[in-house]
């Protein structure tokens, strides 16, 4: 099976009816890079920079944030490089970064995270935008914020790009050939907002793993929970649908960057609401690949319209029939 997939490396993911799937890799460490060229992905869907600060005592200083980034893009080559900013808090508290009062929060998931805190500590911000600007000088350049609730946000921080990228002119360096700014969609409130939030970003990413405890009030860090919903419930994919169709149209290049899209049967239902863009853990590329020439997009497609319009009692099964009838 591993050697199946060793050859599937440099085979391009088309549907039997003939439509390019881009099929990308998460990663975090300058190490995950070098899976790049071996699983054969499209390119890094979500590159988590807060790594490099949770395996850090302190604070890692801009010029070896910026050593990361240079690194991480000249390892994958012409591949497009998604860099998330810090998503530090909830379950990744850093000693440096949290009072007493933050490491004592009550729900930390919901708490004082992500962009939330990126915004608090402006310092912090800058230090990344720079760094990353720094690091894609004569490149193309993908920046997208995490836990985005309110278009706001994303103007806020973007804004502090703005105002590195405007020092950096001045100072006549070389800056990125491109910039395209995009967010995470993992709060659910942001689905409600996104004909606001649509016309100021380039790219917009689902986090199912958040959006999905959000969606269903159940803590994805807490193995008690691990059964009380399914990625493949109506709910999850009634609400992924209604975001396929309010991003149809508007330019917007949307993907999904949560672990769902790594799991066969998950990917197969999110071929079938419309998506056509995944950034999975770099082992279960091979296998997504696999799953994806075997699918016919239309058939896959009326399949998950009749699900969603009256919903099997197992829609997992109801999946898995499907999938087992054609071979998949
Ligand atoms: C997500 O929430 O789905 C996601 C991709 O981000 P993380 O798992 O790092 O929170
Ligand atoms: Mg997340």
Redesign the pocket.
Known sequence: RQAAYAELRDVEPFTRDGTRIQVMMNAGLRDDIASLPLVGADGVGLFRTEFQFLVSATMPQRERQTRLYRDVLEAAGDKPVVFRTV?IGGDKAVSYIHSEEAENEENPAMGWR?LRLALEREGLLKAQARALLEAASGRTLYVMF??VSEPWEFDAAKAVFDGQLAFLKKRKKVLPEAIHYGA?L?VPALAEVLDALLPRISFLSI?T??LTQFLFAADRANPKLAERYDWVSPAILRFLRRVVLAVEGSGVDLRVC?EMGGRPLEALALLGLGFRKLSITPAAIGPIKELVRKVELSEIGAAMTGWLHSPPPDMRAALQQWADERGI
């Open positions: 998503d992500a995490p836990m995470m993992e986090g793993n958040d949560g």
